[in-house]
């Protein structure tokens, strides 16, 4: 095994490793919860590693990175999960590769990719994502919206609203982050029943979005390793 190769098994095995153990404690099956590699920053080279590794589910932040890497990986069957703040001309370029968009957050937003999946002749996925201390400036609609969004999605040709996404705010601790996340994640069920995505856990708090019920995980530095300093 080259280098690079052998570096992603070891920390694929360890993320699985504590996936496994958070599973174990909070009495979940570790078949509920979806491992998403985050690849920004790093190559497309390293898509294809952690694909021969059995990684399907690739998350990306920025459509500028993220298009051509999944253009260089198309003859693979990855489900790429667009997981940044979306501006909403960015819409038509992320209909053509992602299957679910986790970063929702408003009206405009909603139609913007309604009008490029149309186009693309695909159906998004597409999560609300929720701001959890209230201050939506880093994206993130405030709890009182979430409603309103997941009605919206829910009625957009082209679009399936799939649940609910978070970044735990560095301000809070994560477990009481991700428990309010729960109220959010049951107003979208009310919309739509089969919407039981809970996008949540990073590298850091992977063990806490386990513990309150989380189904994705969106890990990039413990897979990959510390990304450069430009780059959240
Ligand atoms: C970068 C990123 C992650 C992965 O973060 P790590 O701490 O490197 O695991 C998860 N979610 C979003 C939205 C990100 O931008």
Same mark, same amino acid.
């Given at each position: 095994?080259a280098?690079r190769e052998?570096e992603l098994a070891?920390n694929l095995? !360890?993320v699985?490793?504590r =996936?496994?153990?958070?599973?174990?404690?909070?009495? +979940? !099956?570790?078949g509920?919860?979806?491992? =998403?590699?985050v690849t920004k920053t790093?190559?497309a &080279?390293? *898509?294809r590693?952690? @694909?021969? /590794? $059995?990684v399907?589910?690739i998350g990306?932040?920025?459509d500028?990175e %993220?298009?051509p890497?999944a253009?260089a990986?198309e003859d /693979?069957d990855?489900t790429?999960h667009?997981? $940044?703040q979306?501006?909403t001309n960015k819409a038509?370029?992320? %209909?053509? @590769?992602?299957? *679910?968009?986790? &970063?929702?957050?408003?009206l405009r937003?909603?139609?913007a990719?309604g009008?490029?999946?149309h +186009?693309?002749e +695909?159906?998004?996925?597409c999560?609300?994502?929720?701001?959890l201390?209230?201050?939506p400036?880093r994206?993130g609609?405030?709890?009182? !919206?979430?409603?309103a969004l997941?009605e919206?999605?829910?009625d957009?040709?082209? /679009?399936?609203?799939? $649940?609910?996404?978070?970044i735990?705010?560095?301000?809070?601790?994560p477990m009481?982050?991700f428990?309010?996340l729960l109220? &959010?994640? %049951?107003?979208v069920?009310?919309?739509?029943p089969?919407?039981?995505i =809970?996008s949540?856990?990073m590298?850091a !708090?992977?063990?806490?979005?386990v513990? =309150?019920g989380?189904?994705h995980?969106r890990?990039?530095?413990a897979? /990959? $390793?510390v990304?450069?300093?430009l780059? +959240?």
């Amino acid at each position: 095994m080259a280098r690079r190769e052998e570096e992603l098994a070891l920390n694929l095995a !360890d993320v699985r490793q504590r =996936i496994a153990a958070a599973c174990a404690s909070a009495g +979940r !099956d570790p078949g509920e919860v979806t491992l =998403i590699a985050v690849t920004k920053t790093w190559p497309a &080279s390293d *898509v294809r590693l952690l @694909y021969e /590794l $059995g990684v399907r589910d690739i998350g990306e932040n920025r459509d500028a990175e %993220a298009a051509p890497k999944a253009e260089a990986c198309e003859d /693979l069957d990855i489900t790429w999960h667009f997981i $940044g703040q979306l501006q909403t001309n960015k819409a038509a370029s992320v %209909a053509r @590769y992602a299957s *679910v968009v986790h &970063s929702v957050d408003r009206l405009r937003l909603i139609s913007a990719l309604g009008r490029a999946a149309h +186009r693309a002749e +695909r159906t998004l996925r597409c999560l609300v994502e929720v701001s959890l201390d209230g201050d939506p400036a880093r994206g993130g609609a405030v709890a009182a !919206d979430v409603p309103a969004l997941a009605e919206a999605l829910a009625d957009e040709p082209g /679009l399936v609203l799939g $649940g609910v996404m978070a970044i735990a705010p560095l301000s809070m601790d994560p477990m009481e982050a991700f428990t309010k996340l729960l109220d &959010s994640a %049951a107003a979208v069920r009310a919309v739509r029943p089969a919407a039981t995505i =809970i996008s949540a856990g990073m590298s850091a !708090d992977l063990e806490a979005a386990v513990a =309150i019920g989380a189904t994705h995980l969106r890990i990039g530095t413990a897979l /990959l $390793g510390v990304r450069g300093p430009l780059v +959240r």
